[in-house]
């Protein structure tokens, strides 16, 4: 059997190490723009120069030669042929028996002028990204941030690392929205305030200054305000990389389209990670790409983690945690714990735990994923919910539902 993989990053990675170890002899091919392994996690650590090309990569030197994998690197894939069951690249085909898509997702371009592609603007999705950031910034002083979620303060921060003092717009009223509760949130704005970065919350952008060179030199807010910018980085989402499969026959609709055992509608062909839109986790992607290689291998396999929420953010030596839904409803009830050293807050939907958010020390969290993904009623037990554990637990029902210990 001939598989081969589209991309080389998480989902891919994993599911050709699955398939090793499932199929010694048969053959893995590889293809990827990108001519090196990375982390996307680590992608602000190399704008710091905390690490270089070889610190951020997740293989090993020999990962490729040792596993008997090809690896067709610098290759962009222009399409898929169903029928020929063929990869079309700019220079060539590869045939395949079996097909998986893990090409993930690309950067959400500059919102008001996304029909350009402005020479001093980037997304920080990929090394090229991370790599042009890091020398543009070397001649960079008016540098604006779209977007304050993690991967806009990951870039802020890398910045502040090299000496820069970033300017950040976030269209919330506060920054990291998505994982953070205010309070939290507001420790990181502080640490980020003292070192050097300015902040234009609850702002929107309107529109752009650009020169005879397409370089935008000022970004206008929704206030009328205009910040000068001789470097702007794009943060605000992302969108997955398929638009090379217009014409293949694959089902696309926010991503790839697929089944519970992450097969397209096309016979022989799965997708995994980002581009399915499934989940942007870096864990899911791993065990989305295992999934997808034993099917590939004609073991059977469902993929069936729904928890998509679990983000540990670490700035300034404070490090937080986020689990489960952020979005707060009508009807939701909060237990909050605050410490000299921790906060704790939980949050409570129908007599279940629907999110969690500890900041400080975040050890021994897993209790609180345990409650969340299993969907555990807790409302049952008679005592404050930070005072629970799994010694509270000690069986299930055959229909699922949960005994307690007490």
Known sequence: ??????????AGISAAKTIRQLKPTDEIVIISADDAVYSRCMLHNYISGERDEKGISFV???????????????????????????????????????????????????????????????????????????????????IVIIGAGLVGLDAAYALIGIGKKPVVVERSDTILSANLDAYTANVYKKK?????????????????????DNNVTSIILSSGEKLPCDMAIVAIGTRPAVNFLADSGIDCDKGVVVDRHLATNKKG???????????????????????????????????DDTFANKNT??????????????????????????????????????????????????????????????????????RPVFSLSFADFYGIKENGEYHWAI
């Open 269 to 303: 062909i799965y997708a995994a990670g980002d581009v399915t839109g499934l989940s942007g986790v870096w864990p899911n992607a791993i065990k989305q790409g295992e999934v997808a290689a034993k099917n590939m291998c004609g073991i059977p396999a469902v993929y």
């Open 192 to 212: 980020f305030e003292e070192a050097g970065c300015t902040f234009h919350l609850g702002q929107s952008l309107s529109g752009v200054d650009m020169d005879a």
């Open 60 to 142: 090993s030197d020999n990962f490729f030669m040792k596993n008997n994998i090809r690896w067709l690197c610098g290759k962009t894939v222009t399409g898929v042929d169903t029928d020929r069951n063929q990869v079309q690249m700019t220079d060539g085909s590869e045939p395949f028996d079996t097909l998986l898509i893990a090409t993930g997702a690309d950067s959400t371009k500059l919102p008001p002028v996304q029909s350009q592609n402005p020479a001093n603007a980037f997304g920080l999705r990929h090394l090229s990204d991370a790599q042009a950031i890091k020398e543009r910034a070397k001649c960079a002083e008016n």
């Open 1 to 10: 059997m001939r598989h081969v993989i589209i991309g080389a990053g998480a």
């Open 313 to 382: 953010i670490h700035y300034f030596g404070i490090p937080s945690l986020s689990l489960g839904k952020m979005d707060v409803e009508e009807g939701d009830v909060f237990e909050i714990r605050n410490s000299k050293n921790k906060y704790e807050k939980i949050i409570m939907r129908d007599g279940t735990v629907v999110g969690v958010i500890v900041q400080g020390d975040i050890a021994h969290c897993g209790f609180w994923q345990f409650l969340i993904k299993n969907k555990v009623d807790v409302s049952k037990i008679k």
